[in-house]
């Protein structure tokens, strides 16, 4: 099918321009040469009209504009955090084996639905890889006193480093023999102001094929002859639904994970001795619970809200304290009868399940991380927090106390 056919057709005319709706449009003039910037596409007739002038697809900006005509080249990031509305976390892999691409497309689904976001959203780029994508409004509005909307590109990068670390232990096993290092780079250079990609049901110039989004349990069956022009039927859309902050649990746990790294990455002695830095071969025998500080005490007898976040303070705390699986899983399914509404008994699982895959310990959230202890009615005494920066710290320190005295 010729390019002028394939976009003369009203339901792809209609599926790209959805797609653009405040956001920064380009096209692409054959291989490697871009029309202007910046444009916008609003009418479904623009896309043969363009077709003709000589595009051969589309591009879209991932950041959501008042006005995106009012970009210029040069503006400062004061400049752009004014004009810019929102933005969507999209996330570009793009290995040069398309197997491998669908492996840690799918990993990276996954992961996305264990922080129980259920609108997740992937399309087949064209070639060999994939676009991932959770909607802006996924997100809370503000994030430690900061409009979300602001926060880009630190705070979709961060994330992006997140999943990728999280996911590197199941994509090495899938792949053994592999140099993961090499495979499993996900391009952050897209995670920039003002970068563009591909639009869904656009044409890729080299390959000939349709970015198609596809249902993402279904990654690793895909074929790239779906993609064929001729079989297109835009029936899925991408970004097109959302539930409100349904993303706030992995804003919360990415920040918290870079800030860990970020730590031990400039720490000296005096920080290690008061951040969430332990040295788990110190731990010779499961830590028994009477040494659980108050609030990890009051959380087991069971919450009314905030149970998904305790569950993720409570896994990592018992790994961190050297819990046996099947001792985690039994306190775990103990504490989930306290609760007045216990949690789904598949949601148990597959949290549980995915922690047992994690070959390092995750340390739990700091207690000055609000939105895991005193947003949900466990905030720690202020003697507590001013002495011990982490839950696990005071649980090996009174245990190592017992051991001296004895």
Same mark, same amino acid.
């Given at each position: 099918m010729s390019v002028l056919k394939y976009y003369s057709r009203p339901e792809i005319q209609k599926a790209i321009v959805?797609?653009?709706?405040?956001?920064?449009?380009?096209?692409m003039l054959g291989i490697g040469s871009f029309g202007r910037r910046p444009d916008i596409?609003?009418?479904?007739?623009?896309?043969?009209?363009?077709?003709?002038?000589g595009a051969t697809s589309f591009h879209i900006s991932e950041e959501h504009w008042q006005n995106p005509l009012k970009l210029t080249p040069g503006m400062t990031k004061r400049q752009l955090d004014e004009l810019r509305a929102g933005w969507d976390f999209i996330l570009d892999i793009d290995s040069p084996n398309l197997e491998h691409s669908k492996i840690i497309s799918h990993y990276l689904v996954q992961a996305l639905k264990f922080h129980d976001i259920k609108r997740v959203f992937i399309k087949y780029s064209g070639n060999k890889g994939f676009h991932i994508g959770v909607p802006f409004k996924s997100f809370p509005s503000h994030f430690n006193t900061q409009k979300m909307r602001e926060l880009f590109p630190e705070a979709a990068r961060i994330i992006a480093e997140y999943l990728t670390e999280m996911i590197k232990s199941h994509v090495s096993d899938e792949l053994k023999g592999e140099n993961i290092d090499e495979i499993l780079k996900i391009d952050t250079v897209l995670i920039s102001s003002r970068h563009l990609y591909r639009a869904p049901y656009s044409l890729h110039e080299k390959s000939g094929l349709a970015s198609l989004p596809i249902d993402p349990e279904k990654v690793l069956e895909f074929k790239p002859d779906q993609a064929i022009p001729e079989k297109i039927k835009p029936e899925l859309k991408f970004l097109d639904s959302y539930n409100k902050d349904e993303a706030a649990g992995l804003l919360?746990?990415?920040?918290?994970?870079y800030h860990e790294i970020e730590i031990r990455k400039n720490s000296t002695k005096e920080h290690e001795e008061s951040t969430r830095k332990i040295e788990y071969d110190e731990i010779s025998e499961a830590i028994p619970e009477k040494f659980f500080p108050d609030e990890i005490k009051l959380g087991l007898k069971g919450i009314k809200d905030g149970k998904k976040r305790f569950l993720f303070i409570? /896994?990592?705390?018992?790994?961190?304290?050297?819990?046996?699986?099947?001792? /985690?899983?039994k306190k775990v399914k103990e504490w989930n009868k306290n609760n007045p509404e216990p949690l789904k008994e598949g949601y148990i699982m597959s949290q549980l399940s995915w922690h047992k895959r994690q070959r390092e310990k995750i340390l739990p959230p700091n207690y000055s991380n609000l939105a895991y202890y005193a947003?949900?009615?466990l905030n720690p005494a202020e003697n507590i927090r001013n002495k011990f920066k982490n839950p696990v710290n005071y649980a090996i320190r009174m245990f190592k106390l017992q051991q001296k005295k004895k």
């Open positions: 959805e797609s653009c709706q405040n956001k920064e449009v380009s096209v596409l609003n009418y479904e007739s623009d896309v043969l009209e363009l077709a003709k002038q919360v746990r990415a920040y918290d994970w409570l /896994i990592n705390f018992l790994k961190c304290l050297g819990w046996p699986h099947d001792e /985690i899983d947003d949900i009615g």
